[in-house]
Every structure is written in C-alpha cells, then in structure tokens.
C-alpha cells in the first residue's frame, strides 16, 4: 500500500501488517524552532517535495497575468480579508470529515470559496518565504510576519505574483485563486501560524476573516454596483458578517489572530500528519 502526506507530497509503500509511521516524509521535517532552527527559519524550509520532473514548475504558474493594483490597508493593524471581494467560508478551521477521503481529519485552515482568478491579497505586510508548488496545498504562497513571528499560508491558487525574498505590503496581491494540488474546486485555503516556546502552532483565523469580512461589507458605498462585486456569492452566507457589522461589534484585533482555543500541536507534529489544506 502507498501513503503520502498531502502537505509535503513525501510517499511510503507498506508491507500488510506494517503500521503507518508518524510521519513519512525524512526527519528533518521534524525539526523546529526549539530544536536548532533559529527563530528566522521556517519549519518548511525542506519539509516537502516541491516539484517532481513528472510536474510542471513554479515558472509555469508566475506572472501569467497582469498583477491587478493593490488595495488599501487598514495600516496593518488587524488582518485584511485576504480577497478582494465577499466570499463564502466552505470550511472552518478544526476536526471534520474530509470531503475527498470521507473520513475524520484535522483541518489546519480556513477555506473561503471564490471564482477562480479571483485575486489573492496579503492580511498583514511581510516577506515571502515560500511561493511554490507544496504538495497537498498546490501552488502555495507562506508570507512571515511580525518580526518572524507570525506567517499566513494561502493555498491551492492558480498564479502567482511573488518569489521568496519579496516584501509585500498588506493589500499586495500576491496570486490568483485556483484549484492546485489536493482541491475539490477552486477556493483560497488559508492559515494562520505562530511562534510560540513550544514551537509553531496553528491557530483558528476564523473570528479574524468574519471581522475583516464584516469590515469590507462596510465599506461598500450606497449606489456602488454590487453586481460584480458580489458575483456567485449566496447572500444567506453572510448573515452573521452583516449583523457583526451592522451592530458594528468590535472584535479585540490586533496584528495578531486571537484564537478561541490554540491548537498546541508543533509545526512538527502536523508535518507528521495528513494536511487536509482543502
């Protein structure tokens, strides 16, 4: 039998009777900021197969387009909705039954469903530290933020406007929403990470998006064409992002996501584990 881990693409062929190991792919997926890595070095940085020769490469999916104008920030001090329209949350961060394998796996992101194409934007200002092919997530883009304490993941998008090393400021777009890697459509798979002494840990966004949502349905201006703007978007959806705004209730927001309950898993312990980055 053949097992591969989504995120990292890494495979193992077992024998009947041999038990799935913690994790497939090498040991240095394993390492994290408390075992050596310095505080500036992502747990990614070797911890998937990119490309393989049978795949397409990274340059096939850079600059396809003309890289649509940034949109305005909030001066970074909460996160920015992370697309430049309204758009529905598929999957919410936590335990649930994966649509593809049907059976109970740990979602690491938030999944916001939207047109493919639909542009991509940067929550906080940072720098890229990966922008490749990543496995399960497809063509994947890692910003790192606050001082290399923070990072957003956006995953399974169809083009990219970025390479490692770019700073971009909140409201850059940095892609294009696709269907990459392990997707039943197109849609923008998010996450957000944190630094911690235990190392890095995943941590809901979900409170986060509603309030950023909430904040961009505000801003739409009386007699402003909504027909583009709110295209293949169901109404119904938006209940509570309509009613956070309308009662303009004020979420604690910092540069920060302020999880409900962390989830105190290390970046290492994840890696071990099947990515469900849907």
Known sequence: MIFSERSTGCQAV??????VPSSICPPVLGTTASSGNS?????????????SASLPSIQDFYNLTVRPPARLSNGNVSLLFPLT??????SVFGWRIHPIAGE??????????????TPVLAAFSGKV???????GYGLAVVLRH??????????HMSEIFVKP??????GDVIGRVGSTGYSTGPHLHFEFHKLTPQGWVVLDPGQALQYSLAQMLEGVKPGQDTKSLFASISWKSFTKALEMA??????????????????????SQLLGQPRTGL
């Open 14 to 19: 077992l024998q009947p009777g041999q038990t």
């Open 39 to 51: 505080a500036g070095s992502s747990g990614y940085d070797g911890g998937y197969n990119s490309v």
């Open 85 to 90: 329209i309204p758009a529905v949350i598929t």
């Open 104 to 117: 109970s796996r740990f979602h690491s992101g938030t999944d916001i469903g939207a047109p493919q194409g």
């Open 129 to 135: 530290q990966i922008a490749d092919l990543m496995g």
């Open 146 to 155: 606050d001082s290399d304490t923070e990072e957003t993941l956006y995953g």
């Open 165 to 170: 090393g770019d700073t971009v400021k909140q």
């Open 246 to 267: 309308k009662a303009k209730q004020k979420i604690q927001s910092t540069a920060t996501v302020a999880p409900t309950t962390p989830k105190l898993e290390t970046r």
